[in-house]
Protein backbone atom coordinates (compact mmCIF):
# COMPACT_ATOMS: atom_id res chain seq x y z
CA UNK A 1 0.00 0.00 0.00
CA UNK A 2 1.16 3.23 -0.77
CA UNK A 3 -0.81 6.25 0.75
CA UNK A 4 0.87 9.33 1.36
CA UNK A 5 0.91 10.76 4.62
CA UNK A 6 -0.07 14.07 5.99
CA UNK A 7 1.79 13.85 9.30
CA UNK A 8 3.87 11.70 11.14
CA UNK A 9 2.15 11.79 13.99
CA UNK A 10 -1.12 10.50 12.23
CA UNK A 11 0.58 7.15 10.56
CA UNK A 12 -0.65 5.18 12.68
CA UNK A 13 -4.66 6.43 13.37
CA UNK A 14 -5.88 7.17 10.01
CA UNK A 15 -7.79 3.81 8.70
CA UNK A 16 -9.11 0.66 9.47
CA UNK A 17 -5.81 -0.82 10.15
CA UNK A 18 -2.64 0.12 12.14
CA UNK A 19 -1.16 2.03 9.21
CA UNK A 20 -2.50 2.11 5.91
CA UNK A 21 0.82 2.21 4.58
CA UNK A 22 1.73 -0.68 6.58
CA UNK A 23 1.68 -4.30 5.27
CA UNK A 24 0.69 -5.13 8.57
CA UNK A 25 -3.31 -6.23 7.60
CA UNK A 26 -5.02 -6.72 10.76
CA UNK A 27 -8.00 -8.93 9.17
CA UNK A 28 -10.94 -10.19 11.93
CA UNK A 29 -12.09 -12.73 9.99
CA UNK A 30 -14.28 -13.89 13.24
CA UNK A 31 -17.14 -14.81 11.16
CA UNK A 32 -17.80 -18.67 10.26
CA UNK A 33 -20.36 -19.66 8.50
CA UNK A 34 -22.29 -22.70 10.00
CA UNK A 35 -23.95 -24.60 7.10
CA UNK A 36 -25.78 -26.61 9.46
CA UNK A 37 -28.25 -23.83 10.45
CA UNK A 38 -30.72 -22.39 7.43
CA UNK A 39 -31.62 -18.64 7.65
CA UNK A 40 -35.13 -18.27 7.40
CA UNK A 41 -34.63 -15.25 5.00
CA UNK A 42 -35.71 -16.11 1.96
CA UNK A 43 -32.86 -13.63 -0.44
CA UNK A 44 -35.07 -11.63 -3.57
CA UNK A 45 -31.37 -12.40 -5.94
CA UNK A 46 -33.34 -10.30 -8.30
CA UNK A 47 -33.62 -7.46 -6.42
CA UNK A 48 -31.87 -5.28 -7.47
CA UNK A 49 -31.47 -2.36 -4.06
CA UNK A 50 -31.31 -3.19 -0.28
CA UNK A 51 -34.85 -3.02 0.29
CA UNK A 52 -36.11 -4.73 -2.50
CA UNK A 53 -33.39 -7.73 -1.99
CA UNK A 54 -33.97 -8.11 1.57
CA UNK A 55 -37.02 -8.96 3.11
CA UNK A 56 -37.09 -8.48 6.96
CA UNK A 57 -37.88 -11.55 9.26
CA UNK A 58 -41.45 -12.80 10.05
CA UNK A 59 -43.48 -10.44 12.01
CA UNK A 60 -40.79 -7.75 11.53
CA UNK A 61 -41.61 -4.83 8.59
CA UNK A 62 -39.27 -2.08 7.50
CA UNK A 63 -39.08 1.27 9.01
CA UNK A 64 -39.22 3.78 6.44
CA UNK A 65 -37.03 6.68 6.15
CA UNK A 66 -38.06 10.22 4.81
CA UNK A 67 -37.10 10.07 0.87
CA UNK A 68 -34.56 13.31 1.00
CA UNK A 69 -32.86 11.53 3.77
CA UNK A 70 -29.37 9.97 4.05
CA UNK A 71 -31.37 6.33 5.19
CA UNK A 72 -33.38 6.37 2.39
CA UNK A 73 -29.99 6.87 0.03
CA UNK A 74 -28.60 4.17 1.30
CA UNK A 75 -31.63 1.38 1.71
CA UNK A 76 -32.51 2.02 -1.98
CA UNK A 77 -29.27 2.36 -3.43
CA UNK A 78 -27.66 -0.11 -6.55
CA UNK A 79 -27.00 -3.40 -5.72
CA UNK A 80 -24.37 -5.34 -8.01
CA UNK A 81 -26.03 -8.92 -9.20
CA UNK A 82 -26.67 -11.44 -6.06
CA UNK A 83 -23.50 -13.16 -5.94
CA UNK A 84 -21.03 -10.26 -6.89
CA UNK A 85 -18.01 -11.07 -5.97
CA UNK A 86 -15.80 -8.20 -3.40
CA UNK A 87 -12.78 -6.75 -5.52
CA UNK A 88 -9.86 -5.30 -4.13
CA UNK A 89 -8.82 -2.04 -5.54
CA UNK A 90 -6.64 -3.72 -8.12
CA UNK A 91 -9.62 -5.69 -9.72
CA UNK A 92 -8.50 -8.55 -7.74
CA UNK A 93 -10.40 -10.50 -5.48
CA UNK A 94 -10.19 -10.93 -1.83
CA UNK A 95 -9.85 -14.38 -0.51
CA UNK A 96 -12.76 -13.98 2.10
CA UNK A 97 -15.88 -14.15 0.01
CA UNK A 98 -18.39 -16.08 2.18
CA UNK A 99 -19.33 -13.48 4.62
CA UNK A 100 -21.00 -10.81 2.04
CA UNK A 101 -24.74 -10.66 0.41
CA UNK A 102 -24.55 -8.02 -1.43
CA UNK A 103 -22.04 -5.49 -2.71
CA UNK A 104 -22.83 -2.06 -3.66
CA UNK A 105 -22.72 -0.66 -7.32
CA UNK A 106 -19.94 1.85 -6.91
CA UNK A 107 -16.39 2.14 -7.98
CA UNK A 108 -13.22 1.68 -5.49
CA UNK A 109 -11.25 3.58 -7.32
CA UNK A 110 -7.68 1.98 -8.34
CA UNK A 111 -5.88 3.06 -5.94
CA UNK A 112 -5.60 1.93 -2.18
CA UNK A 113 -7.45 4.24 -0.77
CA UNK A 114 -11.34 3.67 0.11
CA UNK A 115 -11.11 1.67 3.02
CA UNK A 116 -13.72 1.44 5.77
CA UNK A 117 -14.09 5.18 7.27
CA UNK A 118 -13.76 5.97 3.51
CA UNK A 119 -16.51 4.17 1.99
CA UNK A 120 -18.81 5.61 5.36
CA UNK A 121 -17.63 9.26 3.60
CA UNK A 122 -17.78 8.36 -0.11
CA UNK A 123 -21.63 7.15 0.64
CA UNK A 124 -21.93 10.23 2.68
CA UNK A 125 -20.52 12.62 -0.11
CA UNK A 126 -22.67 10.99 -3.01
CA UNK A 127 -25.73 11.27 -0.83
CA UNK A 128 -25.10 15.05 -1.01
CA UNK A 129 -23.83 15.57 -4.71
CA UNK A 130 -26.67 13.95 -5.73
CA UNK A 131 -28.92 16.16 -3.99
CA UNK A 132 -26.93 19.16 -5.17
CA UNK A 133 -26.17 19.79 -1.40
CA UNK A 134 -22.48 21.31 -2.21
CA UNK A 135 -22.12 23.62 0.55
CA UNK A 136 -22.69 20.27 2.90
CA UNK A 137 -20.09 18.29 1.46
CA UNK A 138 -16.98 18.61 3.80
CA UNK A 139 -14.72 16.37 6.20
CA UNK A 140 -12.13 16.79 8.98
CA UNK A 141 -8.37 15.66 8.17
CA UNK A 142 -7.82 13.61 11.21
CA UNK A 143 -5.53 16.71 11.94
CA UNK A 144 -8.70 18.78 12.26
CA UNK A 145 -8.61 20.64 9.31
CA UNK A 146 -11.59 21.12 7.42
CA UNK A 147 -12.00 20.43 3.71
CA UNK A 148 -14.46 21.38 1.67
CA UNK A 149 -15.62 20.64 -1.66
CA UNK A 150 -16.76 24.53 -2.81
CA UNK A 151 -12.85 25.10 -2.02
CA UNK A 152 -11.28 22.50 -4.17
CA UNK A 153 -13.75 22.42 -6.87
CA UNK A 154 -12.40 26.89 -6.78
CA UNK A 155 -9.10 25.92 -6.89
CA UNK A 156 -7.74 25.69 -3.47
CA UNK A 157 -5.56 22.77 -2.34
CA UNK A 158 -3.87 21.41 1.05
CA UNK A 159 -0.25 21.89 1.44
CA UNK A 160 1.97 20.14 4.25
CA UNK A 161 4.89 21.97 5.60
CA UNK A 162 6.20 19.45 8.46
CA UNK A 163 3.21 19.22 11.00
CA UNK A 164 1.36 22.00 9.38
CA UNK A 165 -1.40 22.30 6.56
CA UNK A 166 -1.62 25.26 4.29
CA UNK A 167 -4.39 25.93 1.78
CA UNK A 168 -4.24 28.33 -1.15
CA UNK A 169 -5.43 28.67 -4.73
CA UNK A 170 -3.02 26.50 -7.06
CA UNK A 171 -5.40 25.05 -9.61
CA UNK A 172 -7.94 26.11 -12.04
CA UNK A 173 -11.91 26.06 -10.92
CA UNK A 174 -13.41 22.35 -12.05
CA UNK A 175 -16.51 21.23 -10.73
CA UNK A 176 -16.45 18.42 -12.54
CA UNK A 177 -17.29 14.87 -11.09
CA UNK A 178 -14.13 13.95 -11.78
CA UNK A 179 -12.63 16.38 -9.93
CA UNK A 180 -15.11 15.13 -6.73
CA UNK A 181 -13.30 11.98 -7.09
CA UNK A 182 -10.50 13.87 -6.56
CA UNK A 183 -11.41 15.42 -4.05
CA UNK A 184 -12.77 12.28 -2.07
CA UNK A 185 -9.20 10.50 -2.93
CA UNK A 186 -7.47 13.46 -0.86
CA UNK A 187 -10.02 13.42 1.68
CA UNK A 188 -9.50 9.15 1.86
CA UNK A 189 -5.63 9.96 2.29
CA UNK A 190 -6.12 11.93 5.29
CA UNK A 191 -9.30 11.38 7.11
CA UNK A 192 -10.54 7.93 9.10
CA UNK A 193 -12.27 6.52 12.05
CA UNK A 194 -10.95 9.03 14.37
CA UNK A 195 -12.00 12.11 12.39
CA UNK A 196 -15.48 10.28 11.41
CA UNK A 197 -15.82 9.62 15.12
CA UNK A 198 -15.19 13.32 15.75
CA UNK A 199 -17.88 14.19 13.07
CA UNK A 200 -20.45 12.23 14.55
CA UNK A 201 -22.99 12.13 17.62
CA UNK A 202 -23.52 9.55 20.00
CA UNK A 203 -26.61 7.39 19.98
CA UNK A 204 -27.22 5.51 23.47
CA UNK A 205 -30.76 4.46 23.08
CA UNK A 206 -31.69 1.41 20.81
CA UNK A 207 -35.25 3.18 19.38
CA UNK A 208 -33.01 5.75 18.26
CA UNK A 209 -30.86 4.04 15.72
CA UNK A 210 -31.79 3.80 12.02
CA UNK A 211 -30.43 3.54 8.60
CA UNK A 212 -27.20 5.87 8.42
CA UNK A 213 -26.09 5.05 11.69
CA UNK A 214 -22.40 4.13 11.97
CA UNK A 215 -20.96 1.58 14.59
CA UNK A 216 -17.37 2.77 14.93
CA UNK A 217 -14.04 2.00 16.99
CA UNK A 218 -11.71 4.88 16.41
CA UNK A 219 -8.00 4.60 16.30
CA UNK A 220 -5.27 2.09 15.50
CA UNK A 221 -6.69 -0.13 14.16
CA UNK A 222 -10.06 0.85 14.05
CA UNK A 223 -12.94 0.31 12.34
CA UNK A 224 -16.26 1.21 11.12
CA UNK A 225 -19.89 -0.36 9.71
CA UNK A 226 -22.82 1.41 8.33
CA UNK A 227 -26.38 0.83 9.18
CA UNK A 228 -28.03 0.13 6.19
CA UNK A 229 -31.30 -1.08 7.14
CA UNK A 230 -34.09 -1.45 10.24
CA UNK A 231 -37.09 -3.26 10.82
CA UNK A 232 -38.65 -3.85 13.71
CA UNK A 233 -41.62 -6.01 15.18
CA UNK A 234 -44.86 -4.77 17.14
CA UNK A 235 -43.08 -4.70 20.40
CA UNK A 236 -40.58 -2.16 19.02
CA UNK A 237 -37.76 -4.80 18.79
CA UNK A 238 -35.56 -3.83 16.33
CA UNK A 239 -33.38 -5.78 13.88
CA UNK A 240 -30.54 -3.90 11.52
CA UNK A 241 -28.51 -4.31 8.21
CA UNK A 242 -24.96 -3.65 7.92
CA UNK A 243 -22.40 -2.73 5.19
CA UNK A 244 -18.72 -1.76 5.64
CA UNK A 245 -15.70 -0.98 3.75
CA UNK A 246 -12.28 -2.98 4.34
CA UNK A 247 -8.37 -3.00 4.21
CA UNK A 248 -6.90 -3.36 1.79
CA UNK A 249 -9.25 -0.83 -0.51
CA UNK A 250 -12.47 -2.76 -2.19
CA UNK A 251 -15.46 -3.03 -3.22
CA UNK A 252 -18.44 -2.02 -0.49
CA UNK A 253 -20.42 -4.45 0.92
CA UNK A 254 -23.12 -5.91 2.81
CA UNK A 255 -22.30 -8.16 5.56
CA UNK A 256 -23.93 -11.66 6.35
CA UNK A 257 -24.55 -12.69 10.15
CA UNK A 258 -22.69 -15.88 11.06
CA UNK A 259 -23.77 -15.63 14.46
CA UNK A 260 -26.89 -15.92 13.43
CA UNK A 261 -28.02 -17.37 10.39
CA UNK A 262 -32.02 -17.67 11.38
CA UNK A 263 -31.90 -14.14 10.61
CA UNK A 264 -28.66 -13.64 8.41
CA UNK A 265 -28.02 -10.88 7.11
CA UNK A 266 -30.03 -9.04 9.89
CA UNK A 267 -28.08 -8.47 13.03
CA UNK A 268 -29.77 -7.95 16.81
CA UNK A 269 -27.56 -5.34 17.91
CA UNK A 270 -27.73 -3.32 21.40
CA UNK A 271 -26.22 -0.06 22.57
CA UNK A 272 -25.66 -0.95 25.99
CA UNK A 273 -24.08 -4.64 25.61
CA UNK A 274 -20.41 -5.00 26.42
CA UNK A 275 -19.28 -5.75 22.75
CA UNK A 276 -20.77 -6.38 19.31
CA UNK A 277 -19.95 -8.78 16.94
CA UNK A 278 -19.83 -8.35 12.79
CA UNK A 279 -18.91 -10.56 10.33
CA UNK A 280 -15.03 -9.49 10.91
CA UNK A 281 -14.76 -7.32 13.52
CA UNK A 282 -15.29 -6.75 17.15
CA UNK A 283 -16.88 -3.44 18.00
CA UNK A 284 -15.63 -3.61 21.87
CA UNK A 285 -17.22 -1.58 23.51
CA UNK A 286 -20.10 -0.68 20.78
CA UNK A 287 -19.45 3.09 19.74
CA UNK A 288 -22.91 3.91 17.71
CA UNK A 289 -22.91 7.63 16.32
CA UNK A 290 -25.31 9.60 14.03
CA UNK A 291 -24.74 12.63 10.99
CA UNK A 292 -26.76 15.19 11.08
CA UNK A 293 -29.03 14.49 8.01
Not at 62 to 85: A, C, M, T
Not at 225 to 239: A, E, F, P, Q, S
Not at 271 to 287: C, H, I, S
Request: aromatic share 12%.
Amino acid sequence: MRKTLLLLALVTILSCNRDKNSSDIKVFNIGIKNSDSESLIEINKQGNTIKERFPTPQGYDWVEEQPDSFGYFIENFKLKPYGSPILKYDGNPIATQHLHEAVFDIDTGNKDLQQCADAVIRLRAEYWYKAKRFDDIKFHFTNGDLVTWNDYKNGVRAFVNGNSVTFRKAADADDSYQSFRNYLDLIFNYAGTISLNQETKPVTKNSNLKTGNILITPGSPGHVVLITGVCKNKDGKRLFLLAEGFTPAQSIHLISNPFDQHISPWYDLDVDAPEVKTARYLFNPPNFRSFDN
